[in-house]
């Protein structure tokens, strides 16, 4: 991966305007060779990530939206969009977060 770290914000929301939200970021994958093949997924092999206030960011990768590690991709650079999707029921008002591993997992 090109950067150590990627952020979703999602921004202020209120509460009944939660559930669906989406927020999007590119994910840059660097390998040595053109003819690598690879898959993103998360390291829990969940296709989400749970927040700290009951929800979760579904997690989708590239145009077609797709889960992690559902997708091989090849080439010496990409850059994919990812898209999370707030979904559940929140427990609590204010910020939220949520963290995970994003793995390339060579094929």
Do not use: H
Request: aromatic residues 6%.
């Amino acid at each position: 991966m090109t950067v150590p770290e990627v952020t979703l914000n999602f921004g202020t929301l209120m509460l009944d305007q939660a559930v669906g939200k989406t927020a999007d970021t590119s994910v840059g994958v660097s390998c040595t060779s053109s003819s690598i093949s690879y898959v993103l997924k998360l390291q829990t092999g969940n296709t989400y990530i749970p927040l700290n206030n009951g929800m979760r960011a579904n997690l989708g990768l590239g145009d077609t939206n797709t889960a992690p590690g559902s997708t091989t991709y090849s080439g010496s650079q990409s850059d994919l969009k990812l898209t999370g999707t707030l979904a559940g029921t929140p427990t609590s008002s204010g910020a939220f977060n949520g963290s995970g591993v994003l793995m390339v997992v060579y094929q």
